[in-house]
């Protein structure tokens, strides 16, 4: 997409005059060449900031969420046995996910010889920066130059988003192609080259569906079919979906599923099982149909206040206004408010339907929300006046700012030890002062300047947690320094089992293929019983039992974790 020249088809029927006002313009008309020149010094700052936020210290600290390590270890186990097609974890077949988020990890760690913290965590802040792009490219092509980098910019500093990029998670890789299928196949039902743009969504799809399955796909076109219906555009819908496209995104994934299925029988099946376990049965993330009505503002953090701001005006000029206002305000302006309602809504409601609920299932959502904030903040009132949404929205969104700014004073050293005093300072001065300036700018009215101390304060708790308290909570939360102590002790061909635990973050430490893990203590007993030495690893609970009922002398070799939940490295031999 050009961002001079070439903008988008009006829509059939509309002639815009060179005498009507702006407002009255559809807003996707081509970019001047003095606008231009601002679209693309803008889109470079925003992206250098969201890179800034994303990118730097990916490998300092160890893997901290259990799916961190398992999804690293799946990787890993790809990468030493050579066995690309069918994911495994621990030597076990793994159907949680598709194989395209491992298949990344793995080509990154060809090059050290090992997965590690920068490569398992590297395709995802590099899936969360294309996606800032992404919104980026198509608001500033559809919507004009402020209301495109002002969408970049909300999502580039909202709170899961930065913190999502800096984690070995599927759910960037899954959002950016969730964002790139529905961009396409709106462009495509828009009358936009619809051969190309079709095509190039079902292969978008196919990956997908590669990533995190049937919902990668099931998402953009419930957006898309919804948006179209609304917005009068139904009747060449279903002739316009591009056949060849489709058969080339089902080509694709149909040779990875005849492949894994060859390479181990079952496999679909354990997936289809426990996609079942997800929609109906208790299951680990088990929450009430209501968990995102609160969930999904969090995820929103700064922006949830203003966001209702924005979802209020959108539905105020799509629903409200009287036919006549709705013609003024341009019929593209009104189109990119509804497919921002549809996206946003269908995401929410479509993941509210299974038993299975998490905050991270919102992030195909967030795309959708910024693009909402973008046209909300670039609306900005040409008298100064203030107006009820932004004032209420900005006052609330301050309040948040100012107790986060606070809230580093308040935390006993346990929960945050030896942070530095004067960083400390200077991020809590910052955010109060941010909370100042929001609020005069929402007393006057100017949106733009809202948005910007909302980011810019956004920009300082980032960067603080980051620099000042991810560090400190490393060891902490993640034990690495303790399991690679253990793996340490170990010697690279020494047999090791586990009982009674299958920790991903112990697996991935001890830096081993995979390693046998056994439910009864005689097992424990068979495994140890033989002339060279051999290692069990168990938990603090079971240490007692476990030596008292392996009727052989055990010895403790080595320990790890805190005292509660530690680990202890038996041996037969001393």
Request: hydrophobic share 50%; proline share 6%; charged share 15%.
């Amino acid at each position: 997409m050009s961002l001079q020249g070439g903008g988008p088809t009006p829509e059939a029927g509309s002639t815009p005059s060179a005498s009507a006002p702006a407002s009255a313009q559809p807003s996707g008309t081509a970019l001047g060449r003095g606008d231009g020149r601002v679209a693309v010094v803008g889109a470079v700052l925003v992206l250098g900031l969201a890179a800034a936020l994303f990118l730097p210290g990916l490998g300092a600290r160890g893997l901290m969420f259990p799916d961190e390590t398992r999804y690293a270890q799946v990787a890993r186990e790809m990468l030493l046995s050579g066995r690309w097609v069918v994911p495994t974890f621990n030597g076990a077949a793994y159907p949680e996910k598709g194989p395209l988020y491992f298949w990344a990890v793995a080509a990154l760690s060809t090059v050290s010889g090992d997965v590690t913290e920068l490569t398992a965590r590297a395709p995802s802040a590099g899936a969360a920066l294309a996606l800032v792009a992404l919104v980026l490219v198509y608001g500033l092509y559809r919507m004009g130059t402020r209301a495109g980098l002002l969408a970049g910019l909300a999502l580039a500093t909202m709170l899961s988003v930065s913190i999502l990029a800096r984690a070995a998670m599927t759910d960037h890789l899954h959002a950016l192609l969730v964002t790139a299928v529905l961009f396409s196949f709106t462009e495509a039902v828009r009358g936009n080259r619809p051969h190309i743009f079709f095509s190039l969504g079902w292969l978008l799809a196919a990956f997908g569906v590669l990533t995190k399955g049937g919902v990668s796909l099931s998402l953009p076109l419930l957006v898309t079919v919804g948006w179209a219906l609304w917005d009068g555009r139904g009747r060449g819908l279903a002739s316009r979906w591009h056949v060849p496209g489709l058969l080339v995104g089902t080509l694709l994934v149909g040779a990875w599923v005849w492949s894994v299925e060859a390479a181990s029988p079952g496999y679909l099946r354990a997936v289809t099982e426990r996609q079942l376990v997800r929609l109906s049965s208790a299951d680990i993330h088990r929450q009430p149909w209501w968990f995102y009505g609160w969930a999904f503002p969090a995820c929103l953090l700064p922006w949830p206040f203003l966001f209702a701001g924005a979802v209020a005006e959108a539905l105020h000029g799509c629903v409200l206004l009287p036919s006549s206002r709705m013609r003024a305000r341009g019929a593209a302006d009104r189109s990119e408010l509804r497919l921002g309602l549809v996206w946003v809504t269908t995401v929410v409601v479509f993941h509210s339907i299974p038993t299975s609920k998490n905050y991270f299932y919102m992030t195909p959502a967030l795309p959708g929300c910024a693009l909402l904030l973008g046209r909300f903040f670039s609306r900005e009132r040409a008298s100064g006046g203030a107006d009820g949404w932004l004032l209420w929205g900005g006052t609330a969104t301050a309040a948040i700012l100012v107790a986060l700014g606070l809230a580093p004073w308040f935390l006993t050293d346990s929960l945050l030890p030896d942070r530095p005093a004067a960083a400390t300072l200077g991020y809590s001065a910052a955010l109060v002062g941010a909370a100042a300036w929001v609020v005069a700018a929402a007393r006057a009215g100017r949106r733009v300047r809202a948005s910007a101390g909302i980011a810019a304060s956004m920009v300082a708790l980032l960067l603080y947690l980051v620099v000042v308290c991810v560090p400190r909570l490393d060891e902490p939360r993640t034990g690495r320094r303790s399991f690679e102590a253990l793996g340490r002790t170990l010697g690279p061909d020494s047999p090791v089992c586990l009982y009674n635990l299958q920790k991903p973050t112990l697996l991935f430490y001890l830096r081993r293929p995979s390693v046998p893990v056994f439910k009864y203590r005689f097992e424990v007993a068979a495994f140890l019983d033989r002339p060279e030495r051999a290692f069990c690893v168990v938990q603090s609970d079971d240490l007692l039992r476990v030596r008292r009922e392996v009727a052989m002398p055990l010895f403790i070799v080595g320990q790890a974790g805190p005292l509660v939940y530690r680990f202890y490295l038996l041996s037969n031999r001393e």
